[in-house]
Each structure stands twice: as C-alpha cells, then as structure tokens.
C-alpha cells in the first residue's frame, strides 16, 4: 500500500499551502510543465481527467491514428539523452507508439507521483486578497496556489452535433477523440462514419478493411496529401540524430516549427511545366511538405488555385467513379486552410466495393434513428456509427472550467465575442493564469511539440523571475491584449485562412464567435516577440510586488 505522501490519487497528499502551482492536463504540455517546474523547485500539483498521461494519444485510439508530423520532428527536445535513446519505427508514428512515448517520458523523469488522476479540474477561481487561485475537483478536491497553468489542450473537448434523435439509436456509437481502450472490431458489421476531416481520413482505410459495408457522411471534402509513411530507416533515424542540436534549433526558427525544406519562390514566379514538377515531388515526398511547395499558397489565391487544382487532379486519378471523385475534390475553399490531412490510402478506400460516399451538405442528416440515421429521405442502418466530428478546439477545454479572475469575471464571459489573450499565453484580468498553445499562439498551425516546449519555458522563466524579484504576480495590460488581438486578426487577415469554414475560424461550432484563433505570423517570429517581452522586463505585463506595489515594465 503506497505511503499518504506518495500516492498521487490521495486527495489530502497536500495542502493548499504547499502548492505553488496547479497545472491542469497531463498532454505533452503538462508532462514537461512538471519536468520544468520541479526544477525550479516548486510544488507542482497536476490534475488529468483521464486514468493515464498522455492526452490527444491518450484519448485519440481510433483505426489509424498517428502524428502527421514525422516522429524525428515530432517530439521532445529539451532533454538529449531522451531524444537520442528513444527510438520511432515510422516515419509517421501510430498512436500507441506516441502514447508508450508520453508513458516512458512521464516513468523516465519520474513525474507521474505529482499527477492526480481520474480528476477533473471543474472550477478555478482568483482570491484577490490572497492571490491564490483556489480550484475545485469533481472528486472534491479543494486546493489554493499561487500559479495555475492550464494544460488542457486545443482539441481535446470533442464534440458531438446536436442530432436530432440520437438517444434513440441501439447500435454501438462511437468518437474518434474519445475512443475505447478495448478493441473494436468491426468485423461483419455495417458502419456508419459521419466526418471527413483529418481523423475520419485516418480512420476510414482501415475501418474499410474491416466491415462488411462502411458508408462515409461528408459535408465538406478535405484536401490530403499521401503521407508516404513507412518504417524508419536506420540511415534517416541517424541524419536526425547525428545533428540534432541544429536541426531543432532550426525548426524553432521556422514559420511552422517544422523542416519542410520550402521552396521560397511564388508558385505564379515558375512555368507551368516547372509548377506541375515541383507539386509532383512533392506529392511524392508525402505529408505536409507539401504545402511548402511555394512561399505563397496561404497568401496569394492564384497560387492557391494551382496547389489545389493539382490535389483535385490527383483525386480524380485515383478514385475509379467519377461521381465520388467529384464529390471528394474540394473546391469551394482554398488549399490548406482548413487543416490539410495526410492520408494512407484514403482516396483509394472510395473504389473498394464495400464503401459508399454519402454527401450530406445538401441534405444534411435530419436525424438519428433507433437503427442509423436518415438523410435526404433516405434511411442507413447501421452497427455502429463513428462520430470523427471533431472538437470545441482552442477555447472549449478552457471554458469548459468555471475560471473567475479579477472581480469575480468569468473568462466565458470575457471570451463572449471570441478568445482574447495576449500572446496566447495569459488574459487580463486572470493573473497568474497561463495558458499552453492559447488561442493568439501559433498552436495549432505549427508543430505542437516546439510550441508547446516554447510556451512552457516561458511561463516557467516567468514565474522565476517573479520569485527572484519578490514579486507574486503577472497579468497583461488591457493595452497590450487589445493590441495583441488586433495583430492576431490582421495578420490572418493577410492570408486566405478566414476563407474557409474551418475549426480555426470557430465554424464548427455553432454559435462559436468566428475569428481566427491560432497566430499564424510564424513560430520563428512569435518566439523572438515572447523572448523579446520578457529580455525587456515582461513589457505588456503588470507585474505586483509581494508588497501590493504595482510595477510596470518601464519602471
Ligand atoms: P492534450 O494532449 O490535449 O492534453 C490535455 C489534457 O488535459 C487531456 O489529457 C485532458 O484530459 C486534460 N484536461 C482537459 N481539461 C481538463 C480538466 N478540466 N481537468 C483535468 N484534466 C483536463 N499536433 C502536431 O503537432 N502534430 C501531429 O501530428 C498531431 N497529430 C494529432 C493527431 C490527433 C488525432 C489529434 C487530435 C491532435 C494531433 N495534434 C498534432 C495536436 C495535439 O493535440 C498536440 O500535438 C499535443 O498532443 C497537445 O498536447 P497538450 O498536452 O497540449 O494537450
Ligand atoms: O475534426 P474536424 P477531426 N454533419 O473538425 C464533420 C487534428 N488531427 O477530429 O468540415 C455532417 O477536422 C465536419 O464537416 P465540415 C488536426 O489538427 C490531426 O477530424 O464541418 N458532418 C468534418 O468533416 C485536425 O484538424 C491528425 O463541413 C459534420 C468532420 O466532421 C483536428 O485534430 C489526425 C457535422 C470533423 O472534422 C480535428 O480533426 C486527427 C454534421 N452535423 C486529428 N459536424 C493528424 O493526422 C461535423 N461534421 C495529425
């Protein structure tokens, strides 16, 4: 039996007064929070609503789940004994490999004793007098710290459209986000997928291998590119770690914090001959590489329009009924700004004889029935329906926690008209409330991992110097947010992104706010913005001495 001290589910292990932070999510982000913070020396208490560490791989066990950025580039770099011992056998990761990673990280640095469990953090409220957040547990936990970091995720709220009818269905459902640990064998069934996004694209191959009859609901076709995976060659496996200081060193600098080897010239600068060959390597080469082809298929829709005309053509050679191929080619939206997928034989599933494609956007599903679902006056029967309809992304794990700052505001309530933070990483009026890979960060748009390591050792260097400057605490000026919102927009602005209905802008969920969420001017550049903010005394920010005085980075 484990000693009180040492049990992380023992809900008395601390007391309030021997917290100094909370941090919320054991993902990636909060795996190295912790790492981070224990080396500073503080007492780090995290909470995770799942039974494990993990988050996204935790939770995300559907058919064919894997990392679209390759495994090499796709992981942590703080720690060089870590990134030369463990080994990737793909050049795309599956999802129980990624997850034995976040086990082995969180057994490797000993980090799961300071990780509560089966806990939902369900509210976190700013105590103004003491300046302590004083959160609450869905397992009755009641603890105060100075720090609260919420580690909750950017897709990790998944979501389920409100059908008409869907208590009634007696089959067995299903959500690529939230998917059982046990196996599911869909053998001999007829199932039902609703969603052609990036998880859908994964899942659908495989699942097509396994049931008698799979029907695909599409709304909206998605541009994906072949991701060429294979097992990891020793030789590639070598190149990575051989030069692994630089090479990270270099995707930190980059516009997505991923080495894409992008061309910097205008698709509209190159013959038409010359265009086609570059698309064609690239389509080769596999992933999102793709989208590196020329410096301006987010900015410039004529070049736009040649990337996406390519992927169509593409389409169109690999699936044998022109109907469908029609169907999947993506037109009304430019290349890549809903997120572009990376697929293993997704296109190809459409000519297996035991795949239909049912477009939904001109009849969408009316309702669910007790045995499938009816759309267009037409009833599917089912065994099992999967739901790869996505999540609340960026804003809907935050706001899913009752968080009062300053004043008793809820950040529900600050976030009415859309998420509003300053670098993504904290709010006015939550002070000492950060946030990792927050919306108006390059989160989502770039490889999470370097995002994620960057906001941590920010806020990590943060709290060091406010403790080496008798400092309790740090909030952004209303100035500094509104301006930092205000860049946010206008620089998505540039880009054709706003064009699409995507989780980006807000529109799959409705009544979301629609603005752009994640800060796409490049995680090279945001990262010289957060060094330069601190280097300067943490401009933007309030900072108050132990002593109730308020200091103001040009002070
Ligand atoms: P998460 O992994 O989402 O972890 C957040 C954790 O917080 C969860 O475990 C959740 O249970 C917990 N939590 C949330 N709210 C609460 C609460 N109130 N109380 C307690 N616990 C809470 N990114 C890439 O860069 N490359 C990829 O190839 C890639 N592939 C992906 C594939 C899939 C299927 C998905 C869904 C996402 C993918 N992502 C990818 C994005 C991925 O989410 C990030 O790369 C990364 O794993 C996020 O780590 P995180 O710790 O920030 O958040
Ligand atoms: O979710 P999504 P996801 N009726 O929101 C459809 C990451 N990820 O889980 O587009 C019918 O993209 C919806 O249609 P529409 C990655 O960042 C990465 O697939 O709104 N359909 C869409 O087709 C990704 O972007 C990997 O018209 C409905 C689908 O459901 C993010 O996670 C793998 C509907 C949802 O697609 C989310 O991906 C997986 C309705 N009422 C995930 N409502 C990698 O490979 C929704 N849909 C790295």
Known sequence: MPSQASDPNNREHLSS?????????????????????????????????????GGTWYWNRYPGARCDVESMQYSYSFSEELQQEWQWSERFSAQPEILSYAEHVADRFDLRRDIQFDTLVTAAHFDEESRYWKIETNRGDRVSAP???????????TRVPDFKGLENYTGKTY???????????????????????????????????QAAQL??????????????????????????????????????????????????????AVSEDERQRVYEDRWE??????????????????????????VRDKIRSIVADPEAAELLAAKDYPIGTKR???????????????????????????????????????NFEFDAIVFATGFDAMTGALLAVD???????????????????????????FPNMFMITGPGSPSVLSNMMVSIQQHVDWVVDGIAYLRAGDLDSIEPTREAEDGWVGHVNEVAHQTLFPQANSWYMGANVPGKPRLFMPYIGGVGAYRDKCDEIAANGYDGFCLQEAKNRVVTAAE
């Open 17 to 53: 007064s021997e917290i100094d932070v909370v941090v919320v999510g054991a993902g990636f982000s909060g795996l190295y929070l912790l790492h981070k913070l224990r080396g500073l020396g503080l007492r780090t208490r995290v909470f995770e609503g799942a039974s494990d560490v």
């Open 147 to 157: 720090f609260l970091v919420m580690a909750t995720g950017c897709l990790s709220s």
């Open 175 to 209: 959500h690529t986000g939230n998917w059982p640990h046990e196996d599911v064998d869909f053998s001999g069934q007829r199932v039902g997928v609703i969603g052609t996004g990036s998880s859908a694209i994964q899942a659908i191959p495989v699942i097509a291998a």
């Open 215 to 268: 029907t695909v609901f599409q709304r909206t076709p998605n541009y994906s590119i072949p991701s060429r995976n294979g097992p990891m060659t020793p030789e590639y496996e070598q190149q990575w770690k051989s030069d692994y200081a630089s090479l990270r060193a270099e995707a930190r600098k980059s516009r997505n914090g991923v080495l894409t080897n992008p061309n910097e010239v205008s698709a509209m």
């Open 285 to 310: 080469v596999g992933g999102t590489y793709f989208m590196a082809a020329f410096n301006d298929l987010a900015t410039n829709q004529q070049s736009n329009d040649t990337a996406a005309a390519f």
């Open 340 to 378: 572009i997928c990376v697929d293993t034989d997704y296109f190809e599933a459409f000519n297996r004889d035991n795949v239909t494609l049912v477009d939904v956007r001109e009849a969408p599903i009316e309702e669910i029935t007790e045995t499938g679902l009816v759309t267009g006056g037409r």
């Open 403 to 429: 968080i009062q700052g300053r004043g008793g505001r809820t950040l529900t309530e600050k976030w009415r008209g859309g998420p509003r933070t300053y670098l993504g990483l904290m709010s006015e009026g």
